[in-house]
């Protein structure tokens, strides 16, 4: 991943993205999270995932972040959940958050 050391994300996320059309997701979803500091990579990778029609994939891609801190990934599980036809969920997450089972959070 010398692409993103030199500064270059597009080349990045083109070899996210190529990786991903390989079948090699756990590779790209690695590299993904391990980058922090471009926050919206994973959404480009859990969008990829909904296109591709891995809702379940992109759920647990998305969670998986959440669990590791990832800065953008609540906003991503909402993103997921509203794709899924289930806006009041992604209302509720965006808002309060999660509990430990992946559901929304009730208001506090």
Known sequence: MSAAREGDI???EEA???LEEAGQQERAEGITISYTSIPYLLGDLVQMRVRAGDQAGAEQLA?????GGHPDAL???ARVRESAGRPDEAKAIRRYGLTADGSPSAPW
């Open 10 to 12: 597009e080349g990045l």
């Open 16 to 18: 996210l993205r190529l």
């Open 63 to 67: 969670r998986g972040a959440v669990n």
């Open 75 to 77: 906003y991503e599980l």
